[in-house]
């Protein structure tokens, strides 16, 4: 019984940067692995990024590897996703997960409701 709560997100020009953030709460967060995915209208859901419980193991896809970094404060109950560099190919919906480090949205067993990036002059 977890609950996840996205935020941050917003209207960006390409270059800019963006910091999400995803509230867990009713659930044992601090043994709980975390990942971002992102969905763009017309496309399959698509994994970005994950984080161990602890924080000391992460995950990234190719394409935001040296732009994107994951962290957790596990005495916040808040994971996050820090964005620089941001790209037009970028503009999607964020979506946080809970319960695996897997780049397999199925092995995920709770999500958060999405909120929205758009990169765009």
């Known amino acids: 019984q977890v609950q996840l709560v996205e935020s941050g997100g917003g209207l960006v020009q390409p270059g800019g940067s963006l910091r999400l953030s995803c509230a867990a709460s009713?659930?044992?967060?601090?043994?709980?692995?975390m990942g971002w995915f992102r969905q763009a209208p017309g496309k399959e859901r698509e994994f970005v990024a994950a984080?161990?419980?602890?924080?000391?193991?992460?995950d990234y896809t190719d394409s935001v590897k040296g732009r994107f970094t994951i962290s957790r404060d596990n005495a916040k109950n808040t994971v996050y996703l820090q964005m620089n560099s941001l790209k037009p190919e970028d503009t999607a919906v964020y979506y946080c997960?809970?319960?695996?480090?897997?780049?397999?949205?199925?092995?995920?067993?709770?999500w958060g409701r999405g909120t929205q990036v758009t990169v765009s002059s």
């Open positions: 009713g659930g044992t967060f601090s043994r709980t692995h």
């Open positions: 984080i161990t419980w602890s924080g000391s193991g992460t």
């Open positions: 997960a809970a319960g695996s480090i897997s780049r397999w949205a199925r092995s995920y067993g709770y």
